[in-house]
């Protein structure tokens, strides 16, 4: 076996797995699993999104049904008065857990036209409740 296909069969292993590398701040990271065991959740699947509340043209907040709160940054004018419901999916990954730092998919219901498709990026758990206007989990 060369040196370039046992590095290649131990990335594979890794892949499958399901290990990920710390996020060092670019977009599309995960957590590992030193860092997920020292704080509160950092990742959270979309279908676990239970309110929103849009703070401006490109904010909105999610809450899951874990109690954590986390911030969605978008161009400006992904959201409005409008904005009936938001609906996440993650981008540019196989899997399905959205985390603190990726990128993600939001689809934005809207009362009179028709939704609207944005790319945002993922921060929190956001612990101020005033910011967010949702409660929030205090760990």
Not at 9 to 15: D, G, Q, R, S
Not at 79 to 87: I, L, N
Not at 116 to 122: E, G, L
Not at 124 to 131: E, F, K
Request: glycine fraction near 12%; charge should be positive.
């Amino acid at each position: 076996m060369t040196k370039s296909h046992m590095v290649l069969t131990a990335l594979a292993a890794l892949a499958a797995s399901g290990c990920t590398a710390p996020n060092s701040g670019g977009y599309g990271g995960g957590i590992g699993p030193v860092q997920a065991a020292k704080g509160p959740s950092t990742c959270f699947l979309a279908r676990d999104v239970n309110n929103f509340n849009t703070r401006d043209r490109q904010t909105v907040y999610v809450s899951t049904r874990q109690g954590y709160v986390f911030r969605l940054d978008t161009p400006p004018g992904c959201f409005d008065a409008a904005t009936q419901s938001v609906a996440l999916e993650p981008f540019g990954s196989a899997g399905a857990r959205i985390c603190v730092g990726d990128r993600v998919r939001v689809a934005v219901g809207r009362f009179s036209s028709p939704p609207m498709r944005c790319i945002a990026n993922v921060s929190g758990p956001i612990r101020d409740s005033a910011a967010s206007g949702l409660p929030s989990r205090q760990d």
